[in-house]
């Protein structure tokens, strides 16, 4: 790691005390982004970018006491400026290395409290800090995100709690496209959140680092209606079972206990000139704390053959196929015969308890029957039962050879489901297993515990097994969300979208069939997600059957790495279109998807090193608009002078592997 620091200590002494103040100000390192700090009766901030107001004064608050309210009426005791030019490495991420290069205010106040700003060329993030001795007690937290402009927002509410609890959600979203004064005034919604501020510039509020402490929601700003306010869930002191579900049903009037000594988590705004930024963007890895796991070579991401959205579905076999041996067993043939490293075996291995295996199902023979065939065995399982027996659970199956664990129904982030979710993460470090969770949103834990491969929160491919039609129309509209996301949620982290439906349809022909699922929009589209979508470990969520009738697509597919070492957003708009390229070492690949719209774009290949190329190029055919499962294949020379206009049809995409001509 390389860190360059500077530090200049300002002597303000009329920073002391509970008059009004003059502004602090802070500028990025490139100088375009300004945040003003004023100091009085409250602390709020504010941030522009160029001629652009991004934040207006927001105050800014956490309270510790019936009578402690940290921000308010503060007396601060020194003020430091530091700049920070540092870099740490990322094995299991979209890059191999991330730049982290900010200039940084700390305001030290009397009370023992401290609160940090960083102000980075791409956004701006604060945190409270504590250096109490023993316990503290956080009643409230006041977060404020202020607009000078009613601007639209692409906000993903929370719309199916469970049981009605307000916090109790899967963190699945699609979008509502309003207005922030539009925005429902009794709901939640989760980050990222996205605003339009005009002219190219986009906003996107996010979260980092949350560790013993809730994850942060938003609200509509009851005293300003194009402003958002933080909510966060109190601690659940009771709760109850329902079905797999844990659903608090009393809280306590505090947010969380904790040690005096701490940071708490940040709060960020990403600023983008330009929506294609936001495809590259390092806030969420930036913000988190370092990997704690000291030895990290076990870790190794890859791709899954995966039983559940498919249905088990396997035909032209001579057994019946479910949740048995012998299907499992086809899979990891089918794994091991295109080069994934993993199968997942979801729920119904299990009877209740992790230790009661159904019978139907050997876990022993298929991690043995795995092993020989270089293919591991990736095991789900609910919430409430890996927090209950995680210290058995882990090592008996650790033991065994299993690789990992697919968690699932964690469906809230209070304190008391983060604290869970650290302890999981560092039992399963230590027994050396992988983590998929689902029901949950990443928070930053994925950089310091990187054994945590994947996250849910996504409205993923399952979604379209049961999307319901509305006057013979689709309801859930995929291919948008679909090029939506990668500008808004996956800007938090991986994502667990499971794609690779070989069964695609159009706008007209889609249905949501359970146990025949299909996907909306084209072949290529779902083909495309696999360099665009972030997921170190990344599923192939059709059937083996079906991709052995499709082994072209298959082929390709099983090449594409799911981490890399170079990301490059080549263009995008977002919920209209998305392109970019990754690298892993000499090989190159590129990923174009469309909404509805059907587009012809051009890709600049200047990325591209020295020399000459071959690429392999699956696009949309001609009739895809009508036979959506319709594809070309074509293989070309290609140098990094080279420019490539591409079709993409409605619910298209375009991609390709592009590699060294030797």
Not at 319 to 341: C, H, Q, R, W
Not at 397 to 419: C, E, T
């Amino acid at each position: 790691m390389k860190k360059l620091l500077f530090v200049f200590l300002l002597a303000l002494p009329g920073l002391v005390g509970f008059g009004a103040q003059a502004p602090l100000v802070v500028k990025s390192p490139d100088g375009k982004i300004v945040l003003t700090v004023n100091v009085g009766k409250e602390i709020s901030w504010q941030v522009n970018h160029g001629d652009t107001k991004v934040i207006v004064p927001s105050a800014i608050s956490l309270t510790v006491s019936d009578k402690e309210v940290w921000g308010k009426d503060a007396k601060v005791s020194k003020v430091t400026t530091t700049h920070v030019n540092s870099s740490f490495e990322t094995p299991f991420y979209k890059k191999s290395k991330v730049v982290d290069c900010y200039n940084q205010l700390l305001l030290q106040c009397a009370g023992n409290y401290s609160l940090e700003f960083r102000v980075y060329d791409d956004g701006v993030a604060y945190r409270f800090a504590s250096n109490r001795k023993g316990e503290l007690t956080v009643k409230s937290e006041e977060a404020n995100f202020n607009f000078a402009g009613d601007y639209k927002a692409f906000v993903p509410y929370i719309n199916d709690m469970r049981e009605g609890e307000r916090y109790s959600y899967s963190f699945e979203s699609f979008y509502d496209e309003i207005k922030l004064s539009e925005m429902k005034k009794d709901s939640l919604a989760i980050v990222p959140l996205l605003v339009d501020l005009g002219n190219g510039k986009k906003a996107v509020i996010l979260e980092g680092g949350v560790e013993d402490y809730p994850g942060l929601f938003l609200i509509v700003n009851p005293e300003m209606h194009t402003g958002l306010k933080g909510e966060l869930a109190p601690y659940p002191l009771e709760g109850k079972q329902s079905g797999i579900n844990f659903i608090p049903t009393k809280r306590a009037d505090y947010l969380a206990k904790t040690t005096g000594k701490r940071t708490f988590p940040w709060r960020a705004v990403v600023i983008s000139s330009n929506d294609a930024e936001l495809l590259n963007n390092d806030m969420s890895q930036k913000l988190a704390a370092p990997n704690r796991i000291t030895d990290i070579s076990w870790i190794k991401p890859g791709k899954a053959a995966w039983d559940w959205w498919n249905g088990t579905n396997l035909y032209h076999v001579d057994f019946v196929s479910g949740m048995n041996t012998p299907t499992f067993k086809y899979f990891i043939d089918f794994a091991s015969a295109n080069k994934l490293e993993y199968v997942v075996v979801d729920a119904g291995w299990s009877r209740g308890s992790l230790m009661e295996v159904n019978p139907n199902i050997d876990i022993k023979e298929l991690v043995e029957y795995g092993r020989g065939k270089n293919v591991g065995i990736i095991l789900w399982s609910g919430w409430m039962s890996t927090d209950k027996e995680k210290d058995v659970v882990f090592p008996h199956y650790a033991a065994l050879g299993v690789k990992g664990f697919k968690v699932d129904f964690f469906d809230h982030d209070d304190q008391k489901a983060v604290q869970s979710t650290w302890a999981i993460a560092a039992s399963a470090a230590a027994n050396k297993l992988l983590l998929d969770l689902h029901g949950l949103k990443p928070e930053g834990i994925q950089r310091t515990y990187p054994n945590v491969v994947n996250f849910e929160g996504v409205k993923g491919l399952e979604n379209f097994k049961w999307s319901p039609m509305v006057d013979g129309k689709i309801k859930d509209d995929a291919p948008r969300y679909d090029v939506t996301a990668p500008y808004t949620r996956m800007m938090a982290g991986p994502m667990d979208y499971t794609p690779g439906a070989m069964q695609n349809a159009t706008r007209t022909t889609f249905r949501a069939i359970n146990n025949r699922p299909m996907s909306q929009g084209t072949r290529v589209h779902q083909m495309a997600m696999y360099t665009i979508f972030e997921a170190p470990l990344q599923m192939l969520a059709d059937s083996p059957t079906a991709y052995e009738k499709e082994q072209e697509c298959t082929d390709f597919i099983a090449k594409v790495p799911t981490v890399f070492d170079e990301t490059v957003a080549l263009d995008g708009e977002v919920g209209e279109y998305v392109i970019l390229a990754r690298r892993k070492g000499d090989v190159w690949y590129v990923g174009a998807m469309t909404d509805w719209t059907k587009r012809d774009k051009t890709i600049d290949f200047s990325f591209l090193g020295e020399g000459t190329y071959e690429a392999d190029i699956f696009a949309d055919g001609v009739n895809a608009a009508k036979e959506a499962t319709d594809y070309t294949k074509t293989i070309t020379r290609l140098t990094s002078k080279d420019k490539k206009t591409v079709t993409l049809y409605p619910g298209g995409g375009w991609t390709a592997r592009i590699y060294p001509v030797k």
